[in-house]
């Protein structure tokens, strides 16, 4: 396996095991940046499920202005090392982080309901079951599907001491 093959399988681990909760940074009123912390999901093709109750400003936020950031962040790798700092030596060892810059593109109502489903079959088997169970009829009233098609990925603290690794994704076309 390269480096970064291994870096990016390290990620989605760190994601969906440690890291738990995003920050997301969105464009608000006037071009300002905007950050939540919120429940994201990565895919293995590196694009960011959400699901949020309607009012949330972010899905109307994401509705004027569809570029997103999400960032997951975290402690260093047990086996981090800062051995040769760049420009400041903090006397610290490298975070682990991920960052995912994308386009917010709103699900349907069937998509933002299987999107839920999975999430939340897979979360109650592991025994997190203090978020009501809700119906499809409470999802399509009250909640609102995104998905976030990454455009750029980082990973840093997931290599050799400082190494980052960076990677753009073509759209897909959905026009044929």
Do not use: C
């Amino acid at each position: 396996m390269t480096d970064e093959a291994a870096a990016r399988s390290r990620a989605l681990d760190f994601v969906r095991h440690e890291a738990g909760f995003a920050q997301l940074v969105t464009l608000g009123a006037g071009g300002a940046l905007v950050g939540r912390t919120t429940s994201a999901f990565l895919t293995d093709d590196w694009a960011v499920e959400l699901v949020q109750r309607r009012t949330h400003r972010r899905v109307e936020q994401l509705r004027h202005d569809d570029r997103v950031l999400a960032v997951w962040g975290g402690t260093p790798a047990d086996d981090s090392v800062n051995d040769s700092p760049w420009t400041f030596d903090l006397g610290l060892t490298i975070p682990r982080v991920v960052f995912v810059r994308g386009v917010a593109r709103p699900l349907d109502a069937k998509a933002t309901w299987e999107v839920y489903d999975r999430h939340t079959t897979r979360l109650r088997a592991a025994g997190h079951t203090k978020a009501p169970l809700r119906d499809r009829a409470d999802l399509d009233a009250n909640f609102a599907g995104v998905r976030i098609e990454p455009r750029r990925v980082r990973l840093e603290g997931f290599g050799t001491g400082a190494q980052a690794f960076s990677w753009s994704n073509t759209p897909r076309r959905t026009d044929t």
